[in-house]
């Protein structure tokens, strides 16, 4: 009933920069919380950044400085801006949301995920 699509994910050099989109459709009231995590070959699943309903944002430090996290809540969609990529960014990207559906309460809803590859 509710999907979240990530887009603009690739291969860039490092130093380069991409910017991934997700976007939230289906039985959705409203969307509270969001947020990017990765997960790098060998490695736990980890925050990157979370962005409230009101803006208020949070940043893992590996990426503060260099990545951006914003929302558009009139496309129900979370973007991330990551400059200055690094070869140890390379991992699978997953978009979450707390979902409120239509005469419904909150759940978490995640994306498939999309790989991010940056080479040295």
């Known amino acids: 009933q509710v999907q979240l699509v990530e887009s603009g994910g690739g291969l860039v050099q490092a130093g380069g920069s991409l910017r991934l989109s997700c976007a939230a459709s289906?039985?959705?009231?409203?969307?509270?919380?969001m947020g990017w995590y990765r997960q790098a070959p060998g490695k736990q699943r980890e925050l990157v950044a979370t962005?409230?309903?009101?803006?208020?944002?949070n940043y893992a430090d590996s990426v503060k400085g260099r990545f951006t996290i914003s929302r558009d809540n009139a496309k129900n969609t979370v973007y991330m801006q990551m400059n200055s990529l690094r070869p140890e960014d390379t991992a699978v990207y997953y978009c979450?949301?707390?979902?409120?559906?239509?005469?419904?309460?909150?759940?978490?809803?995640w994306g498939q995920g999309i790989l991010v590859t940056v080479s040295s």
């Open positions: 289906g039985n959705i009231f409203s969307i509270n919380d």
């Open positions: 979450n949301a707390a979902v409120q559906r239509l005469r419904g309460g909150y759940f978490d809803a």
């Open positions: 962005i409230t309903s009101r803006d208020s944002t």
